[in-house]
């Protein structure tokens, strides 16, 4: 059974600094793409930043030079570090696993919120 926990989130100033991690169970990690995604109140759901099974990333526009998206295959885990930090960056932070785009897999999400 794949499960994946989101933690890290919580309540910062704006500039401030939040990391997230997320820890997958019950699948081979280095076989999946990861992502981060992010769903604020009344919008969709956006990609935030991924990370490919052979360490290649790519981030949204809107946190370019900002956020950073590493994983560490042998403690089953993926991290964004989120530096200078924005209210428009206030929402709920998922990570999902994917496999070759033939299965994926989303976490709970955890709550990120910026605000002075």
């Known amino acids: 059974q794949v499960q994946i926990v989101e933690s890290g989130g919580g309540l910062v100033e704006p500039g401030g600094s939040l990391r997230l991690s997320c820890v997958v169970s019950?699948?081979?990690?280095?076989?999946?793409?990861m992502g981060w995604y992010r769903q604020a109140p009344g919008k969709q759901r956006e990609s935030v930043a991924n990370?490919?099974?052979?360490?290649?990333?790519d981030y949204g526009d809107s946190v370019k030079g900002r956020f950073t998206i590493s994983r560490d295959n042998e403690k089953n885990s993926v991290y964004l570090q989120m530096n200078n930090l924005k209210p428009e960056d206030t929402a709920v932070y998922y990570c999902?696993?994917?496999?070759?785009?033939?299965?994926?897999?989303w976490g709970q999400g955890t709550q990120v919120t910026v605000s002075s």
């Open positions: 019950g699948v081979i990690l280095n076989l999946y793409d």
């Open positions: 990370i490919t099974d052979s360490m290649t990333t």
């Open positions: 999902k696993a994917d496999w070759r785009g033939l299965a994926s897999y």
